[in-house]
């Protein structure tokens, strides 16, 4: 008895020890599971704003843990801290992060860059294998395929991540830059993509001037007229917002405050080829075609391929008695349309095939051949990113670079086709 008495005892002593420990250590895990499970939660709802306080609490707690600078860089980056991401990357990399999560927050970053060639079958691959809600995955994967004209991968991805993320206005603007793209879209499909955005954030500015400009081009002006005066007192300093709306009271019939917007445009932006072109148009319905035809110019020298300055151009040269130079300029005109079409057809080509590298390379070619650049070197990378080495996108990119004054960049991908060219050779 006295033995068991004291085995009892020594049993007694042990279970206090155990919850000494367990209050000593395990309120220490369970705090930390508790700052995990907040993280996690925000980023899988998209509040990555909600996950600041806890993720520091979660580093400090644990610094070398590769799953916290992980998340780190994804918050990061959802909040514009593009370098912030990159150093959490490296830093999780160093401590030994899964490959799985290294891959997804590469190409994240990759597609907030705009690297989209790069991003695409990083992000296609985790969002396939996802098991769980991730609207920064899904909005990142969607703006991939819509730069890559992919409108029906894109859309579909969207649909998720309205799901995912039910109060984010967000995926409706995406939504609306598909329908924008696609030939045949229907007003009210913008229409409606734009006050679902606005349902979520009233304050959404993008929106609020897509929603005004697509009434207005609906012809529904008075209903445009109210949501461009929300913007502009959202946006007073906006030249897109000013011309909208002077276009907008053009159609009402108010030339005088139409002419007032547009020329508060031109303070706010002398180089906007659009408002230089209803400034001119104004003039000449003044007669003041001397004026117009200055205006003309010089949108026509920022935009050489807009087909409504040109065909201004060669009414105000008429009625200058210019009849020589208006007949060169209705020349340049019908050369503008077949050039106009081809591109249109181009452009719909590439929605019903957007992986055909033929006319991936076509549509770099035309965006360089025709001032273009950005968008030329856009589609040369994504050519590139795809087919490595291809010797002509890699020329183009190096004429471009020589032309640019950038002769490391040219040399660059002048080896990359070199090497293409070479295995070629060698394959023979």
């Not at 230089?276 to 205006?295: C, H, Q, V």
């Not at 095939?353 to 051949?369: C, G, I, N, T, Y």
Request: charge should be neutral; hydrophobic fraction near 40%; proline fraction near 4%.
């Amino acid at each position: 008895m006295k033995n068991n008495g004291v085995k009892i005892a020594v049993s007694v002593v042990l279970i206090g020890a155990g919850l000494v420990v367990f209050w000593a250590f395990g309120a220490g895990f369970w705090a930390k599971s508790s700052e995990v499970r907040a993280v996690v939660q925000a980023v899988e709802s998209g509040h990555f704003a909600q996950a600041k306080e806890p993720l520091d609490r979660w580093l400090a707690a644990s610094p070398d843990s590769a799953e916290a600078h992980y998340y780190k860089g994804r918050v990061a980056l959802a909040l514009g801290d593009v370098a912030g991401a990159v150093a959490s990357l490296n830093r999780a990399n160093a401590l030994g992060l899964f490959q799985p999560e290294r891959d997804l927050l590469r190409g994240l970053i990759a597609s907030k860059l705009s690297r989209h060639a790069e991003a695409e079958p990083l992000l296609r691959r985790a969002y396939v294998e996802s098991k769980r809600p991730d609207p920064q995955l899904s909005e990142s994967l969607a703006r991939t395929y819509l730069q890559a004209f992919d409108l029906t991968r894109s859309g579909a991805v969207i649909e998720r991540w309205i799901r995912e993320a039910p109060d984010d206005p967000r995926p409706y603007l995406v939504r609306a830059e598909i329908h924008l793209r696609s030939s045949g879209n229907e007003p009210d499909t913008l229409l409606n993509d734009y006050r679902e955005a606005l349902k979520r954030d009233s304050t959404l500015t993008k929106a609020r001037l897509g929603l005004a400009d697509e009434l207005r081009k609906a012809h529904r002006n008075t209903e445009a007229a109210e949501e461009y005066e929300t913007y502009l007192a959202l946006e007073p300093n906006s030249a897109t917002g000013h011309y909208g709306a002077g276009r907008n009271l053009i159609e009402i019939g108010d030339e005088a405050a139409a002419t007032r917007h547009f020329e508060r445009a031109m303070e706010l932006d002398p180089k906007n080829p659009e408002v230089l072109k209803e400034l001119a148009e104004l003039s000449i319905r003044g007669g003041d075609f001397t004026a117009a035809l200055s205006n003309l110019d010089k949108a026509i020298k920022l935009d050489p391929d807009d087909l409504t300055a040109h065909n201004r151009r060669a009414v105000a040269l008429l009625r200058l008695g210019r009849t020589a130079e208006a007949k060169a300029e209705q020349d340049a005109i019908k050369r503008l349309k077949d050039e106009l079409a081809h591109v249109n057809n181009l452009r719909e080509q590439l929605i019903k095939s957007p992986h055909d590298k033929a006319l991936q390379l076509e549509a770099a070619r035309w965006m360089f051949d025709h001032g273009h650049d950005a968008e030329g070197v856009r589609w040369a990378e994504k050519i590139l990113g795809e087919d490595a080495g291809n010797a002509e996108a890699s020329r183009l990119l190096v004429d471009h670079y020589q032309r640019q004054g950038n002769p490391g960049r040219a040399n660059f991908y002048r080896l990359q086709g070199s090497t293409e060219t070479n295995a070629a050779a060698v394959k023979h």
